[in-house]
Nanobody, 123 residues
């Protein structure tokens, strides 16, 4: 069955780094655009970073630009989020998302979510 399994979250001091991983199974990973979303308590889920199926293009929320880097390894069915210079406001549950892309068209109804991994930035 389809699975997205996130890992790498935890507690980190401000200024530190964490790397999140999301490993996919049960679908053709190379046909899916991947994203990392995050949701802090009392706030709506927001897009943090996204990457195209091939990895040739990425985009970031302004709040993480220059600090976070999204990447993927299609041979390992895994997408990563390298988070540097962490701030307290980065604390949230981070979710991995996969959306099918065919001939440049996104099929939002063919979308999968991971269970989330908690990131807490605190001294």
């Amino acid at each position: 069955q389809v699975q997205l399994v996130e890992s790498g979250g935890g507690l980190m001091q401000p200024g530190g780094s964490l790397r999140l991983s999301c490993t996919a199974s049960g679908f053709d990973f190379s046909m899916y655009a991947m994203s990392w979303y995050r949701q802090a308590p009392g706030k709506e889920r927001e897009l943090a970073a996204a990457i195209t199926e091939s990895g040739s293009s990425t985009n970031y929320a302004d709040s993480v630009k220059g600090r976070f880097t999204i990447s993927r390894d299609n041979a390992k069915n895994t997408v990563y989020l390298q988070m540097n210079s962490l701030k307290s406001e980065d604390s949230a549950v981070y979710y991995c998302n996969a959306v099918l892309v065919v001939a440049g068209t996104r099929f939002e109804r063919n979308s999968y979510w991971g269970q989330g991994t908690q990131v807490t930035v605190s001294s």
